[in-house]
């Protein structure tokens, strides 16, 4: 079992089932600093792979595949945006709407554009490649980790990079948060709350999209109904315990990527595969409950 749990198998799956999660918190993150509370993600990660999916088909290309998945991802924050921003929704009444409306939205264009049910396998469908990288040859053990990952895990891992960067080293990072710690002193600076919202929600909508587009679209090359799996609110939750930090955020995904790669490797034992699929969600509620522990004892100190 401890063999398990730090095998090369194990942490080099971690790595890899990182990147979906890791795109969309980091997304997340920018919503968070702007003071939008967006629980739709799992719509536009599951949306997005689907169109990912479909993309790759038409065109034979991983490329277009990525393309179609982003662009679907900015149409699902621009339709999150018109009804919280301009029509002045309740935006957990908007995300929960979409989140429930996803499943069967793209169950019915995989029936009319596939004509079928379940699972879509085409010749057509290409994935994004593997890379290797001759430096981590050099380097024991965590060469073998993180080598011959996909293209897009390592585009996530540069995604938090520069995430960590705009968000504290630039001015448009620094009215982010601006307009999350106070509006009103933002607008009567000459800042615009309304542009910097939506420029964060259209952020949060391309790494979504290129979120989902990591699950058909790393090797597997196929869709199937519900792919995201609970993904966008693993990623919610990780962007909400990092508190809209994205290298803190990205820490969390680490740690739910880390039950999910573990609980697969755990159906190989005598254990209820019930218990087992459940151990990322659990590890997610485990989390956030010591999150919110320990920000009770610093107000309290």
Not at 202 to 214: D, E
Request: net charge positive; with cysteine.
């Amino acid at each position: 079992m401890l063999q398990l749990l730090f095998s090369v198998s194990t942490l080099s799956a971690m790595v890899r089932m990182s990147a979906p999660i890791a795109f969309a918190a980091v997304g997340s993150a920018y919503g968070h600093k702007a003071k939008i509370f967006n629980i739709g993600l799992e719509s536009y990660v599951l949306t997005s792979a689907f169109f990912a999916t479909w993309g790759s088909y038409l065109f034979e290309s991983a490329l277009m595949g990525l393309l179609f998945g982003i662009v679907s991802g900015v149409v699902m924050s621009a339709v999150f945006g018109i009804f919280v921003l301009h029509f002045k929704s309740d935006p957990i009444v908007i995300g929960i709407a979409m989140n429930l409306s996803a499943w069967g939205f793209t169950t019915l264009l995989m029936y009319n554009i596939f004509h079928t049910r379940g699972s879509v396998m085409d010749s057509r469908i290409k994935s994004f490649g593997t890379v290797h990288l001759p430096l981590l040859d050099r380097i024991p053990f965590v060469g073998e980790i993180l080598n011959n990952q996909n293209i897009l895990v390592y585009a996530a891992f540069l995604s938090v990079i520069l995430a960590q960067v705009v968000m504290y080293r630039t001015p448009f990072g620094l009215r982010i948060r601006g307009v999350g710690n106070n509006e009103e002193a933002m607008q009567s600076s000459g800042v615009s709350v309304l542009k910097y919202k939506w420029a964060s929600l259209i952020v949060t909508g391309v790494l979504t999209g290129a979120a989902g587009t990591c699950l058909p679209l790393c090797g597997i090359s196929m869709f199937t109904e519900n792919m995201s799996a609970g993904k966008g609110f693993l990623a919610v939750s990780a962007a909400r315990i990092g508190k809209g930090d994205p290298l803190k955020s990205f820490l969390a995904c680490l740690i739910f990527a880390f039950a999910d790669a573990l609980s697969v490797g755990l159906q190989g034992f005598s254990i209820p595969s019930q218990l087992v699929l459940t151990a990322p969600y659990i590890i997610t509620v485990l989390v956030m409950c010591l999150t919110n522990l320990g920000e009770l004892r610093k107000e309290s100190v």
